[in-house]
Structures are given as structure tokens and as C-alpha cells.
């Protein structure tokens, strides 16, 4: 019994657990509803959101365009964004900053540090001796870093992606420069943490646009290879990229269209503002020149006017592909100076004749990437608003030799879908088509490490090593995991950079360090300690480069193996558990390829590399990772894992593959030969009377981080409590802005309304007198001490000018309503007393009111007459400067309480039954009752009498006389003197009985 009891409870508590699960997986979803994703461009970003049942759609920023600039202007006491900061860079240039990404994950010695102060001399870079990085100074008080800008400008873009779906959104896909490398994509990760951003990828945004590309032409791609070159022009970079486009089978969803990133090339700085900058630099010659003689200064020196110059070059550029010249035309350019010059295309290609040069570099760097040749490549279609410039396009086609290039994708919003279609896909709250997206490592990443060895003669040296973890063009994400297995003491390795050779000095010089992170380890010596009679299987490291593309060391183990005997039963079942939970994990199989992020990779070992080949036995053995969903290697092993043995068939699920039968590995490393499931267990049996033991230990690591540090948690954390409450002050700034406003319109529209006529007929000229008298008083105020006054005490001044004009607009206001009350009021009466007069018509035997309804209504009827004619007549009396008497409210609830009455009655007849009566020689009835419905008779509904568009709904009768069916059904309605009335026909009534109600039945 108790047994039982314990059993129900038990059963019960599971089913709570259960249910508490399901509503936190609920709420999460619905926490989770709309997604975004920014496209980062460096001149303008461009936001997307997709919300449930909202297709995929481009936000609209507040002056519904579909661009927004990257815009900052960072006063003392305020922030503008967008197109505000952009017509603010005028008037304060300094405080305003664009492009600030180029400074992104780089060192103050990096030249594109000194690239950016030469194009904006007017900012002020501070440098950070401990990261070795810029930040902006705007003044003494103000300095952030281009982090910190960023983050603000990802929260604008969150505020305009929430105003557009209408509610809150925290998710996000951001687009990234495919060559942004390691410290360049940690920088914008941070950027984003600190707005409050969950990056649910980086996502390069070549790859987005080759993804928005193949999404709206899935049916046009099949089991044929299909290679797509992209050529994406923006302001500030150039990339070139070679897309392949094909079906392949997926695991979970058959065969699916899939994209490979095969071949990337770009030019760093090759762009529209390069453009830009010389258009604006040629104005600036042309504007000197106009000024020659007259002693004036160097234009280049006013910022101001270099800020207005730049802004016409964009426009003149623009202009100029369309047209063969332009007027260049700035109105008081410097020291009220109007600036006039005709430029012509040809001029301007002059200009940029290096930089149109630049155009076919990419093209060049993507085909050796991608290992293919020009006629592979089925299309070139152009990205990127620089591609709009004609030379752009006419040095691109003779680079490619094709015929034309593709202008069938929007060169401005593609990545921007891409991205919101990845966004969507990886979002628990969408269901969207699978596309596999097969994105490709662009700088290879290597593992590097010393060691000691003895030679033959006895001479010990120093070996160096290197193995590559992420190859060139290789896929990622990708999990892979490097043992070492000559080391049985803490010993350091290094991740560098490894052959960007690709790269020329220059850029290489961009770049920044080639050498990622050294770790060390700590910890290995212990490990040997304590399983002295384990066989060592190495060091292993897991490395994940993510679906961001950014690396990271997951952990460092130190696994150790051993043969123990065991009975063939308890074996037996250790197996068989091992199989069950491999399954459970989708162990034992190599997953296939996932959609929309993750792909096949396949496990392979690569051969021994370079610095090895001569010394076999020297072993740092590199492997890559299955992509399984449930195996998530990332998480730190199961506790039960570490230091304690654990059965094969777990293990091979949990630990990366690392761990096969002794029986199936071909090389003493004990790495080689695929993943295949564990031998069946009846085999086991006869093959294997022992059982491996396998031990882990965790090493502990020590990362030293050699290209850019990233920002230490405290200060990030600091960063992101200054932009938090810098919004809050702009919040409050809003707020403050708009009761001033208020209080401003306020006085501004009630000054108007104390000359109009309705005003003056209910106000005495005293009245009127002394509520302009406090108007004036407050717009006095305002002018003089508003500046500085609080929300609070705007609110309050708005307020008390409300109070004292109260009286005054409710006179107003009640006056406008009569004619219309009082109208329906009237209306209401004669419509009633009608019906009073007709119910009295009605012969006794088939009377259905009773006497007493039928007085209360007459006597209702004759109150709110009499009601109505005092009170009209004692408001008459009045001034019509005091408060009325005659109030609408009033009249609307004496209509309510007749109209109650009314509805009371009609329901009572709608549903009465009809008495029997004696039938006729022919067999028919004499009379029809009256709530006999017509059928003959087409329906006219006419609105109830007095319930008028702006009369409040009448409410429904409070006395309950015809069942639940009465308040579904329709009331009957109640016509005006020449109207026909009718009534509905009842479900119950008997077919053959209806007729049409006269009025004069009633
Ligand atoms: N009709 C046009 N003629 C010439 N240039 C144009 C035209 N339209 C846009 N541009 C230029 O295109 C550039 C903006 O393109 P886009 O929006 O693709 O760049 P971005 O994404 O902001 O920058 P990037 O991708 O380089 O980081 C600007 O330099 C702009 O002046
Ligand atoms: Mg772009």
C-alpha cells in the first residue's frame, strides 16, 4: 500500500518535472520569436529580421530607408546614430565617427592604424598600452574604443530590428569580412556581448550572399556542380569569391542543395571610399585653386569643410556613373565661400586609374585559391554598391571574359537575407528549408612545438615541429584534435598563423602577428605519476573552429589505457550498456552532412608533416571531428570520465574517437582507422577475455595570447555597464525631449484656442484672461529656465496648465457632443414609445407581455421625456460659461437604462411560443404568432435605434428570460417609422409559420 502510494507520488512529481520542462522549452521559444541579422558594411549596415509568420524581411530604419550609415556622433551629453550622426558630421566632425571597423583587432603600429589617421586627421586616436591598441578621444572626459563604438552601433541596429517587428530581439547573425581573421572577429564578438547581442554566428558576408543567392534558386541547383563567382565591391573592401552550388545527401533531410566556399580573394582597401577620398581630395585642389591669391588657408585644414567636401564626392561619384560629368556644388564651403566645379567621369577615372587596376587582384587570388580556371566559372555576379561605377564593371568583365556579369542579385540587401536565413535556421523558433553551407578556413592555422631528441651519435637537439590543424580552404566548423605522444612532462605548443604567403607584404603587415596563442600546459608530469602502470595514449588536444570561424582550445587530457581481465558476462553487459548509450549518442557512425552550419567532415589522420617525416617515431598526430549534434565536445567530459573507468563503447561515443578497440588500430599511436560501431558482442566474447581501461586526466592549460589580447573581463563588463547607462541617459533625454515638447505644443495650441469662437462663447474674457496669463508665464519659463529643468517639473508645469484649462475644454467638449446625444436620445424615445404602442395593440389571446412590463416601460419612457425637457431647459438658463448641467454622460445612461427596457421586451417576444390555436375549415392557422419569422420577406437590418457610431454599445438586458441561446442570438431589430421590422426566425420554430411583421403590429 505504501508501495503504491510512493509509486502515485513518484508519478505525479515526474509528471510536474515534465511539465515544467515543457513550459520552460514554451517560454524559451517564446522568448526566442524574432531574429535578426546586421549586415556590417563600412559605410552602411543593413538590418534584416524574420518574425513567425513575417516572411524574411529588410528593416526600415527611422527614415524608412533601408541603409542605415555606420554612423556615431558622441557628444558630452548625447549620441546621434545613423542618418542623424550622418548629418552631423558637419557641424562636429570630430565627434562623429565612420569606418571605425577598419581599426578593429589591430595594434596602433598595424598601417591600416595609420591608414585611418590620414583619411580622418580630425579624430584623435589614444593609445592602450596594454592591448597595444587606439581608441578614439573625442575629448578629455570622452574616449571609447572601437569596440565600444561598435556596440553601440549594434544596439541601435537591435532598436531599429525591435521597433520594425514590434518586439523584443536578442538574437542575432552578424556579417563579418571574410578575411576578418581570429582578433578581428573576437573584436566584434565582444562588441556585440557587450551590447546584450546573442551572436548566434558571424557569418562571412560573401558566404551570406552566395546563401540568400541559393536560397531563392534552389530548384535551379541539382546533382550538377555549378560554380558561381561573387564579385562584392563595398566602400570599404573588395572580395572575390567562387561559390559552388550542388545537391548532396544529408543526414536528417535526404537530398538537399548545398554552397562550398572554394575560393576567396580580396583587397582590403579597394573600395568606394578609396574612391571617395580622391574625388574629394581632387575638389579640394580645384577649391584652393579657386582661392589662389586671396591669402586664404588650405581647405585641407578645416575639418568642417573636408567633412562637407566628402559628402559631395560620395554624391558626385554616385552621380558620375550615370552621367558623363557633374557640377560639384557645396554652398559657403569655407569662410562662406560657395564651391563650384564641373567633373567629368573621365577626370575621375583618371583619378582612381590604380585602383581600377586593383579590380582583377581579387579575381586572381580566388582562382589560385579555389585551384580552378576561369571557363570552370558559370557566372560572375556583381555585390557591393562600388560595382555600380561603369570602369568598375568594364575592368572586372575583361578580367573574367565573359560576356556580361550577372546584375541578378540586390548588390546592397543580399547578405543582409543570407544572414537572416541563417539567423532563422539556427533559431529553434523557425522551421526553415535546409541549405548546407560549407564555409572554408581562408589562413591556415598550424600547431607548433620543440622538442629534445637524442640523435644516433648520442647529440641531443632541438627538433622543431609543426603540424597543420585547419588547412587552407579547408572546411569549418570543425572540431580536430592533436596527440602528443612523446611527452611525459609539462611542455608548451604554439598556434600560429601558417602559410600566408597568398598575402602580400603589405597586407601581410595588416594582418598583424602570425602567431595565435602559446599554451602551457600544466599538469602532464602528475598525470604519468599516477597511472604508472597505464600505457600513455598521448596528450590530447581539442581544437573547435566554430561556425564564426573563431578558434578555441576546448581542453587538454592526458589519456591512459590499460587491459584488465573481466568475467565474459560482466563484459557482456558493460558492451551491451557501452552500445546503448553509443546509439543514444549517435556514436558509432559518422554523421552525414548537417544543414545550414555544420558539415561532414569526414575523419581522417593525416601523415606525418613536415619536421617529421624524417623521424617516424615523432608523434603529434592531428585528427578531424565529426560535427554529431549530441556529441558536443566542446562541454568538459562527464565527471565519471575523469580519473575513472568508464566502458568502451561510452568512450568512443564521448571522446571525440579517439579511443577505438586495440583490435582496430592499425598503427601503435592507437589513433588510425575510422569510427566504426563496436564489434557485436557475441564476438567480444570469444575475441577479447580483457577490457581496455581508459583513463583521463585533465591538463591544465595556460593560454598566452600573442596577436590581441582581448578585452579583460572586468573592463568589458565596465564597457558594458558605461553603454548601458548611456542609453539610459539618452532614454531619459527622450523622455525629457518630449514632455518639453509637450508642454511647448500645449501652450502653443491652447493660445491658439482661446480665439476661436467655441472657446469665447463658453469662457468670460476674465477666464480667458487668466489662462493666457499662465500660458504666457510658462512659455516664459520655458524659454528662460526650461533648459534646465527635470522631467518631473515639465510634467508638472503640463499638468497644472491642464488643470487650470479644464473647465474651459469641458464645456467645449460637452457642447460639441449635445446635438448628437440629444438626437439619439430623441430617437431612442420615439422608437420605444412606438413599441409601447404596438405591444398594447396586440389582442389578449396572444398578448405576450404582461401588464406590468409593459407599464414599467411606459413609465421609464415618460421619465427620461421628462428629464430631458428639465434638464435642456435648465441648461438653457445657464451661462454657458459655468458647467453644464446637461452632461453627455447623463443622456448616454438614460438611453442605456431605456434601451435596456426595450431589449428586455424584444427578447421576451422573439422567443415566446405560440399559443395553439383552433384551426380553420382548410386545416390552417388564423393567425400567425408574432414571433413567426418571415421567408418571404428578403432582410433588412436596420442599426438599433440611437446606437450611433459614436454612442457608447448598449449593454446587454440583465434580465436573463430566453436561455443561453438568447445572447447569441441576434436581437431583433427595431426599424425607424418608415422601416420594415422583422423578426428572426428561431431555431425551434416550425417551418410554414412565418410572416412579416407590420409595424402597425407592433
Ligand atoms: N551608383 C553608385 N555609383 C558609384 N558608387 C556607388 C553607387 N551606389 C553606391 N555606391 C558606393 O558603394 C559603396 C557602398 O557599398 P556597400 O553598401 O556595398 O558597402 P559596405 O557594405 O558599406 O562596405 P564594405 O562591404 O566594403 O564593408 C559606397 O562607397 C557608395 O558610395
Ligand atoms: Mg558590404
Known amino acids: 500500500m505504501a508501495a503504491t502510494v510512493r509509486r502515485q507520488r513518484l508519478r505525479r512529481l515526474a509528471c510536474w518535472a515534465l511539465m515544467t520542462v515543457l513550459l520552460a522549452d514554451l517560454l524559451a521559444l517564446s522568448d526566442t520569436l524574432a531574429v535578426m541579422s546586421v549586415d556590417l558594411g563600412s559605410e552602411s549596415m543593413k538590418v534584416a529580421i524574420v518574425k513567425p509568420g513575417v516572411p524574411m524581411e529588410i528593416v526600415l530604419n527611422k527614415e524608412s530607408r533601408r541603409k542605415t550609415p555606420v554612423t556615431v556622433t558622441l557628444k558630452e551629453n548625447e549620441r546621434f546614430f545613423g542618418d542623424s550622426a550622418a548629418s552631423m558630421a558637419i557641424k562636429n566632425p570630430k565627434a562623429t565617427l565612420r569606418y571605425f571597423q577598419h581599426l578593429l583587432g589591430k595594434q596602433e603600429n598595424n598601417p591600416h592604424v595609420a591608414l585611418y589617421k590620414a583619411r580622418f586627421p580630425e579624430h584623435e586616436l589614444g593609445f592602450d598600452p596594454q ?10 572626459q570622452l574616449q571609447f574604443s572601437p569596440e565600444e563604438v561598435l556596440s553601440m552601433l549594434l544596439n541601435y541596429s537591435r532598436s531599429l530590428a525591435e521597433d520594425f517587428a514590434e518586439q523584443p530581439i536578442k538574437d542575432a547573425v552578424i556579417t563579418v569580412p571574410a578575411f576578418f581573421n581570429q582578433a578581428e572577429r573576437r573584436a566584434v564578438l565582444q562588441a556585440a556581448r557587450m551590447a546584450g547581442l546573442k551572436v548566434l554566428q558571424l557569418i562571412n558576408d560573401n558566404t551570406a550572399t552566395a546563401l540568400s543567392y541559393g536560397v531563392f534558386r534552389r530548384k535551379d541547383i541539382n546533382s550538377t556542380a555549378q560554380n558561381i563567382m561573387f564579385y562584392d565591391m563595398g566602400s570599404g ?9 550542388q545537391t548532396v545527401k544529408t543526414k536528417d533531410a535526404g537530398i538537399q542543395p548545398q554552397l562550398q566556399i572554394r575560393g576567396v580573394g580580396f583587397d582590403r582597401t579597394l573600395g568606394g571610399l578609396e574612391m571617395e577620398l580622391r574625388l574629394r581630395e ?20 578645416n575639418p568642417r569643410a573636408m567633412a562637407k567636401l566628402l559628402r559631395e564626392a560620395n554624391r558626385l561619384k554616385t552621380v558620375l556613373s550615370a552621367n558623363a560629368d ?21 577626370e575621375f577615372e583618371e583619378l582612381c586609374a590604380d585602383l581600377f587596376e586593383r579590380v582583377p587582384g581579387p579575381v586572381q587570388q580566388a582562382l589560385q585559391s579555389a585551384e580552378m580556371k576561369l571557363d570552370e566559372i558559370e557566372q560572375v555576379i556583381l555585390v557591393g554598391g562600388a560595382t555600380r561605377v561603369p570602369k568598375v564593371q568594364e575592368v572586372l568583365l575583361k578580367a573574367v571574359g565573359k560576356e556580361e556579369l550577372g546584375k541578378n542579385i540586390n548588390a546592397d540587401e543580399a547578405a543582409a537575407m543570407g544572414a537572416v536565413y541563417q539567423a532563422a535556421a539556427l533559431s529553434k523558433a523557425f522551421k526553415v528549408k535546409p541549405f548546407v553551407v560549407r564555409d572554408a578556413v581562408i589562413y591556415p592555422i598550424l600547431v607548433e612545438f620543440t622538442r629534445e631528441v637524442e640523435e644516433e651519435t648520442g647529440v641531443r637537439s632541438l627538433k622543431h615541429n609543426k603540424r597543420v590543424l585547419f588547412s587552407r580552404m579547408g572546411p569549418y566548423p570543425q572540431r580536430k584534435v592533436i596527440t602528443f605522444n612523446r611527452y611525459s612532462h609539462d611542455f608548451n605548443f604554439h598556434i600560429n598563423y601558417g602559410d600566408l604567403g597568398f598575402l602580400g607584404p603589405e597586407d601581410l603587415r595588416v594582418f598583424g602577428s ?44 592526458s589519456v591512459f589505457e590499460t587491459l584488465v581481465e573481466d568475467s565474459p558476462e560482466e563484459e557482456s553487459t558493460l558492451t551491451k550498456l557501452g552500445n546503448t548509450i553509443s546509439s543514444l549518442f549517435g556514436g558509432g557512425s559518422t554523421p552525414d552532412t548537417k544543414e545550414n552550419g555544420t558539415d561532414t567532415v569526414q575523419e581522417e589522420e593525416e601523415g606525418p608533416a613536415e619536421g617529421s617525416k624524417d623521424e617516424p617515431g615523432e608523434q603529434a598526430e592531428l585528427k578531424e571531428e565529426a560535427e554529431a549534434p549530441a556529441e558536443d565536445t566542446s ?18 561515443a564521448e571522446k571525440d574517437g579517439g579511443d577505438k578497440p586495440e583490435a582496430q588500430k592499425p598503427s601503435e599511436k592507437g589513433e588510425a582507422g575510422s569510427e566504426g560501431a563496436p564489434p557485436a558482442p557475441e564476438e567480444e566474447k570469444k575475441q577479447k577475455p580483457a577490457r581496455k581501461q581508459r583513463m583521463v586526466e585533465e591538463i591544465g592549460v595556460e593560454l598566452v595570447v600573442l596577436d590581441l589580447p582581448d578585452l579583460p573581463e572586468d573592463q568589458l563588463a565596465r564597457s558594458a555597464q558605461k553603454l548601458q547607462d548611456l542609453t539610459l541617459r539618452d532614454l531619459q533625454k527622450q523622455e525629457r525631449e ?3 515638447n509637450s508642454l511647448e505644443a500645449f501652450i502653443f495650441e491652447t493660445q491658439d484656442k482661446l480665439y476661436q469662437p467655441e472657446y469665447q462663447e463658453v469662457s468670460t474674457e ?15 519659463w520655458l524659454e528662460d529656465e526650461g533648459f534646465g529643468a527635470t522631467t518631473a517639473m515639465l510634467k508638472e508645469k503640463l499638468a497644472e496648465l491642464r488643470k487650470l484649462c479644464h473647465g474651459l475644454f469641458f464645456r467645449v467638449e460637452e457642447r460639441k457632443k449635445w446635438p448628437e446625444r440629444l438626437s439619439a436620445l430623441d430617437n431612442l424615445l420615439n422608437h420605444s414609445s412606438m413599441f409601447l404602442k404596438g405591444a398594447r395593440l396586440i389582442p389578449e389571446m396572444d398578448q405576450i407581455f404582461t401588464e406590468v412590463e409593459m407599464t414599467t416601460l411606459e413609465k421609464i419612457i415618460n421619465e427620461t421625456w421628462a428629464w430631458k425637457n428639465t434638464t435642456v431647459a435648465e441648461q438653457a438658463k445657464l451661462p454657458t460659461t459655468e458647467k453644464p448641467v446637461l452632461l453627455s454622460k447623463d443622456i448616454e445612461a438614460k438611453m442605456a437604462a431605456l434601451d435596456r427596457e426595450v431589449q428586455y421586451l424584444l427578447n421576451k417576444a422573439k422567443f415566446a411560443k405560440p399559443r395553439p390555436r383552433p384551426r380553420d375549415k382548410n386545416g390552417t392557422r388564423a393567425e400567425a404568432p408574432l414571433n413567426a419569422s418571415t421567408s418571404d420577406q428578403s432582410e433588412k437590418v436596420i442599426p438599433p435605434p440611437g446606437q450611433t457610431e459614436d454612442t457608447k454599445p448598449i449593454p446587454e438586458p440583465e434580465k436573463e428570460t430566453a436561455g443561453p441561446e438568447a445572447a447569441d442570438s441576434e436581437p431583433l431589430e427595431l426599424g425607424g417609422p418608415a422601416a420594415e421590422s422583422e423578426q428572426k426566425e428561431h431555431p425551434e420554430q416550425p417551418t410554414g409559420q412565418k410572416r412579416t411583421l407590420k409595424n402597425d403590429e407592433l
Do not use: W
Not at 592591448?131 to 578629455?140: C, D, G, K, M, N
Not at 581632387?282 to 585644414?301: I, M, P, T, Y
Not at 562541454?635 to 568512443?652: Q, T, V
Open 514 to 557: 602570425q602567431n595565435l596563442t602559446t599554451v602551457k600546459l600544466k599538469g602532464v608530469g602528475e598525470s604519468f605519476k599516477k597511472y604508472p602502470d597505464y600505457e600513455s595514449k598521448g596528450i590530447k588536444a581539442h581544437f573547435n573552429l566554430d561556425e564564426s570561424g573563431v578558434l578555441s582550445l576546448d581542453r587538454v587530457e
Open 766 to 780: 476674465e477666464q480667458r484672461e487668466d489662462i493666457s496669463g499662465k500660458l504666457s508665464a510658462t512659455s516664459t
Open 237 to 245: 573592401s573588395t572580395v572575390c569569391t567562387i561559390v559552388t552550388y
Open 326 to 346: 557633374h557640377m560639384a556644388q557645396i554652398e559657403g564651403l569655407m569662410d562662406d565661400v560657395d564651391f563650384k566645379a564641373k567633373v567629368t567621369r573621365a
Open 131 to 140: 592591448r597595444q591598441t587606439v581608441y578614439f578621444q573625442i575629448s578629455p
Open 282 to 301: 581632387h575638389l579640394a585642389r580645384l577649391f584652393n585653386e579657386q582661392r589662389k591669391g586671396q591669402r586664404a588657408k588650405d581647405v585641407r585644414e
Open 738 to 740: 518630449k514632455a518639453a
Open 635 to 652: 562541454s568538459p567530459p562527464p565527471p565519471e570520465a575523469k580519473g575513472a573507468a568508464a566502458p568502451e563503447g561510452e568512450k568512443a
